[in-house]
């Protein structure tokens, strides 16, 4: 597995600064598109049924024990040094909350 | 989604019976990444023949053909490894053979099927009739890590090259007897190599490098030489895009002795003088490139691109290192195939569920099929291509 994660202090009180938006801001429309996103593009490192590919896996027994606030910081600013690429611009702080809580909880949808 | 099929009976008869015989020339197989089925298609009408469902996850998927053109070996995420035949319209033989996996390739002799493996990281090579397993390659560098396999191609001498993406190695399999591979290692070729590609002639292998810039070459011509790093230069200092997607090597471009290969994290094509493997010129393009595809005939370099940028496809003019058309087939371009000759190209809007042709040199739209959220087209002329 890679190695730990690294988050720069700064993003650590940028987070901390500006609390996360609660994630029914993202309506049902736009939850469509981030499962699809999740599926189709993030699926493209990680898998389509996430179970891992040149990325780690992101099924929930993967993500055991993992805050859900590390991971979503991952989602938004990347991992420096390794292949996970910044989503901010694509994805605001509510969206990837959103992703997460339902990464980690397990996407039904996905094919087996 | 419904669609007409001509029945598999139809085509069984086409091969057994009343009607001539069908030859397979001008067949391929489309990808239907998320029902893990295969298209099966013609490029003389244009036209499907058939899908063939039960290859498991198809995400990532690719295809290799047998040297008689009859049978595709699709590789899949999954571990998958199935067995087509294109003139029945079904599948021959499947067997799961890792956990996940990422690829594969034929011998040169069309005996051997070698797939790459991220879990358990290594190569598993297989008889081509049977799918019989002959022999296995961990991944294991010297210190004991296991690795991820990426970048597998055949090489001459029913040799398969590939390299591992966590150890930073390219190892040459030699399987001129199949059940003993002999393994040259080359170790320390730079970090994390994502993809490779083989010349067309077998002779240079070349790793792109994820973790830092350039690449790495081996020269299978002299591989006492070892593996070297071209571009090493190429873009130092400079901050690199996020990269929501890793470009694809195989399928690159060669024009005569200009290469063509995408720029990770950048939007441009770098264009690399083959003789001295010295930059020449980076085409700026529209977003960071996937697979830059060269024509058969080496005129024309397509590309497609990563997300977000991904409903587009640039083509360049090699005479010119410019972009010379821009064409919008749909939503998520993921992939493209050129006709044997090159008169027309296929290529893949997933998100818009369909295949759209067109004529090369008008650039005209000659035809636009349904496709269940299709990726990767593979034809059969492939069968006869070094080095995919």
Redesign the interface.
């Known amino acids: 597995m890679m190695g730990t994660h690294r988050i720069g202090s700064a993003v650590l009180l940028a987070m901390a600064l500006a609390p996360m938006p609660i994630a029914a801001e993202v309506d049902a429309a736009r939850q469509a598109e981030l499962l699809?996103l999740l599926?189709?593009?993030c699926?493209?490192?990680h898998?389509?049924?996430l179970?891992?590919?040149?990325g780690p896996p992101l099924l929930p027994e993967a993500l055991a024990g993992k805050p859900p606030e590390m991971l979503t910081a991952t989602v938004l600013y990347?991992r420096p040094?390794h292949?996970m690429?910044?989503?901010r611009g694509?994805l605001n702080e509510a969206e990837a909350k959103w992703l997460v809580h339902r990464i980690v909880e397990g996407v039904s949808d996905a094919?087996h | 989604m419904r669609h007409i099929e001509i029945p598999a009976l139809l085509i069984a008869l086409l091969v057994t019976g009343c009607a001539a015989p069908r030859a397979t020339g001008d067949l391929g197989l489309v990808v239907e990444r998320a029902a893990g089925r295969v298209l099966l298609v013609e490029t003389t009408g244009r036209s499907r023949l058939a899908t063939i469902p039960g290859l498991g996850d198809l995400s990532h998927a690719s295809i290799v053909y047998s040297r008689d053109e009859r049978y595709g070996y699709v590789f899949g995420r999954d571990g998958g490894l199935t067995k087509v035949d294109l003139l029945r319209g079904r599948i021959d033989r499947r067997v799961v053979q890792s956990g996940n996996s990422i690829g594969g390739a034929i011998s040169q002799d069309g005996r051997l099927i070698a797939v790459s493996n991220y879990t358990p990281g290594g190569v598993k090579v297989f008889d081509a009739g049977t799918l019989t397993l002959v022999a296995d390659i961990p991944a294991i560098s010297a210190s004991g890590e296991r690795s991820k396999v990426v970048g597998l191609a055949d090489a001459p001498g029913n040799r398969f090259v590939f390299s591992l993406f966590d150890t930073g190695e390219i190892w040459v399999a030699d399987l001129s007897v199949p059940s003993e591979p002999k393994v040259t290692k080359y170790t320390d070729i730079g970090k994390q190599p994502y993809d490779a590609l083989m010349t067309a002639d077998g002779r240079y292998y070349l790793a792109g490098l994820f973790g830092e810039d350039g690449l790495a070459l081996l020269d299978l011509w002299h591989p006492e030489a070892g593996v070297r790093r071209i571009l090493a230069d190429y873009g130092r200092g400079e901050q690199k895009l996020p990269v929501y997607k890793m470009p694809h090597l195989e399928g690159w471009a060669m024009a005569g002795r200009y290469a063509f290969i995408p720029a990770v994290g950048r939007h441009e094509v770098l264009v690399v003088d083959s003789e001295t493997w010295q930059e020449v010129s980076r085409i700026p393009v529209h977003g960071q490139p996937i697979f830059v595809m060269g024509r058969p005939d080496g005129r024309q370099v397509w590309v497609n691109f990563a997300f977000p940028d991904n409903d587009t496809l640039q083509v360049i003019d090699v005479t010119r290192l410019a972009v010379v058309q821009e064409l919008k087939p749909g939503k998520a371009v993921l992939h493209m195939e050129f006709t044997p000759r090159g008169e027309a190209i296929w290529v893949s809007a997933r998100d818009d569920d369909r295949l759209v042709v067109y004529a090369t040199d008008s650039f005209e739209e000659l035809a636009t099929l349904t496709a269940d959220k299709p990726s990767g087209i593979f034809f059969t002329s492939r069968a006869h291509r070094i080095g995919l």
């Open positions: 699809h599926r189709h593009d699926g493209s490192c898998g389509m049924t179970a891992g590919g040149l990347g040094q292949a690429p910044p989503w694509i094919p």
